[in-house]
T-cell receptor, first 113, second 111 residues
Framework: GQQLNQSPQSMFIQEGEDVSMNCTSS?????WLWYKQDPGEGPVLLIA?????ELTSNGRLTAQFGITRKDSFLNISASIPSDVGIYFC?????????????FGAGTRLAVHP | GAGVSQSPRYKVAKRGQDVALRCDPI?????LFWYQQALGQGPEFLTY????????KSGLPSDRFFAERPEGSVSTLKIQRTQQEDSAVYLC?????????FGSGTRLTVV
């Protein structure tokens, strides 16, 4: 079945550093999404990407939809302690809320003050 | 309601017991999804409803898993004769035309 490879698995950084994580797939997706999950909570959407090559920002977060439609990256600039959590990429075959998501295994981010 | 509500938050079941997990989606959301999240993994798709119709159940791991949404709002995921490998967080999500909203999940531990 479809699988997403997300890397790195975990990161330990100092407050103020920039962070980069990425996701690759053997299959093409029409939508890429990035989520953050805090302990005991469900994933919360950070950024959605709908077009190959699209670069989108949300505050300190920037994400890009790869040209091949098989990859995406997420950057976090000037990290702060509340950025701690697990970040998931997810691919979707179609836009909107009518299609299932395929998730990566997550990147666990720890931020040291 | 304002968000997706799941109950119970935690469930401990003895091996072989049946369990029922409830999801209250956002009012008016047509689509409802169930995902299973094993420890240290990303969520994996189980099943999808559009209103009361179960349009995709390809992710259900065995015939011990059953989901329903009889009136197109509240949904129940039932697991019969639970086994240790069923231990996971079960997430429900609902959506309209836009993106998903996930609930906080039910953590199921089978002992």
């Amino acid at each position: 079945g479809q699988q997403l490879n997300q890397s790195p698995q975990s990161m330990f950084i100092q407050e103020g550093e920039d962070v980069s994580m990425n996701c690759t797939s053997s299959s093409i997706f029409n939508t890429w999404l990035w989520y953050k999950q805090d302990p005991g909570e469900g994933p919360v959407l950070l950024i959605a990407l709908y077009k190959a090559g699209e670069l989108t920002s949300n505050g300190r977060l920037t994400a890009q939809f790869g040209i091949t439609r098989k990859d995406s990256f997420l950057n976090i600039s000037a990290s702060i302690p509340s950025d701690v959590g697990i970040y998931f990429c997810a691919g979707q075959l179609g836009p909107g809320g009518y299609n299932k998501l395929i998730f990566g295994a997550g990147t666990r981010l720890a931020v040291h003050p | 309601g304002a968000g997706v509500s799941q109950s119970p938050r935690y469930k401990v079941a003895k091996r072989g017991q049946d369990v029922a997990l409830r999801c209250d989606p956002i009012s008016g959301h047509v689509s409802l999804f169930w995902y299973q999240q094993a420890l240290g993994q990303g969520p994996e798709f189980l099943t999808y409803f559009q209103n009361e119709a179960q349009l995709d159940k390809s992710g259900l791991p065995s015939d011990r898993f059953f989901a329903e949404r009889p009136e197109g709002s509240v949904s129940t995921l039932k697991i019969q004769r639970t086994q240790q490998e069923d231990s996971a967080v079960y997430l429900c999500a609902s959506s309209a035309a836009g993106g998903y909203t996930f609930g906080s999940g039910t953590r199921l531990t089978v002992v």
